[in-house]
T-cell receptor
Framework: AQSVAQPEDQVNVAEGNPLTVKCTYSVSGNPYLFWYVQYPNRGLQFLLKYITGDNLVKGSYGFEAEFNKSQTSFHLKKPSALVSDSALYFCAVRDISKAAGNKLTFGGGTRVLVKP | ETGVTQTPRHLVMGMTNKKSLKCEQHLGHNAMYWYKQSAKKPLELMFVYSLEERVENNSVPSRFSPECPNSSHLFLHLHTLQPEDSALYLC??????????????FGPGTRLLVL
């Protein structure tokens, strides 16, 4: 079975400060990891993913995430947050094994509030 | 944003009504998904279609009936719903094949309210 945990329901950060959204995962094999963002009344928008290779993945809008296998984590980061980054962020995992099929398991989401 | 479209964007229906949600993907993908997003609950995968064949049905009540007539279109037929079915219904698509890591792209969702 695969699972994802986002331990923080909400993260508050001042504009211009670094932003981190935490994610830990559990899979039986190796993971594919994804981050999505959801703005109010919108669908989920893909930010970035880790498949293999470099542990530091760069994505859209200045976001990046670091895959840490020993800590089973994939935290999302942005060096300098903008007010427009305020949204709901979802981490998702898929087990690389064929048995897992194409099923993505999502975390519960973390609401980010960036204050001016 | 326009890669996956969903209609209607908002829907209010009574418990005895029958309605359908429509999803269309313009990305040339071969797999489509229905998710349910309720307040304070994780995203729930409902159905998966790959190459127009249903490959997953996550114990969804029979009052939800999916249909995938071709690789670009996906429907969710609704009948005799319950108030607890009120949620945001999201459609997604992906190009599945060798190598894994296929990204799912989401539509804007249909906000459903069951009275």
């Amino acid at each position: 079975a695969q699972s994802v945990a986002q331990p923080e329901d909400q993260v508050n950060v001042a504009e211009g400060n670094p932003l981190t959204v935490k994610c830990t995962y559990s899979v039986s094999g190796n993971p594919y990891l994804f981050w999505y963002v959801q703005y109010p009344n919108r669908g989920l928008q893909f930010l970035l993913k880790y498949i293999t290779g470099d542990n530091l993945v760069k994505g859209s809008y200045g976001f990046e995430a670091e895959f840490n296998k020993s800590q089973t984590s994939f935290h999302l980061k942005k060096p300098s947050a903008l007010v427009s980054d305020s949204a709901l962020y979802f981490c998702a995992v898929r087990d690389i094994s064929k048995a897992a099929g194409n099923k993505l398991t999502f975390g519960g989401g973390t609401r980010v509030l960036v204050k001016p | 944003e326009t890669g996956v479209t969903q209609t209607p964007r908002h829907l209010v229906m009574g418990m005895t009504n029958k309605k359908s949600l429509k999803c269309e993907q313009h990305l040339g993908h071969n797999a489509m998904y229905w998710y349910k997003q309720s307040a304070k609950k994780p995203l729930e995968l409902m159905f998966v279609y790959s190459l127009e064949e249903r490959v997953e049905n996550n114990s969804v009540p029979s009052r939800f009936s999916p249909e995938c007539p071709n690789s670009s279109h996906l429907f969710l037929h609704l009948h005799t719903l319950q108030p607890e079915d009120s949620a945001l219904y999201l459609c997604a698509s992906s190009q599945n094949g060798r190598g894994g890591g296929q990204t799912q792209y989401f539509g804007p969702g249909t906000r459903l309210l069951v009275l």
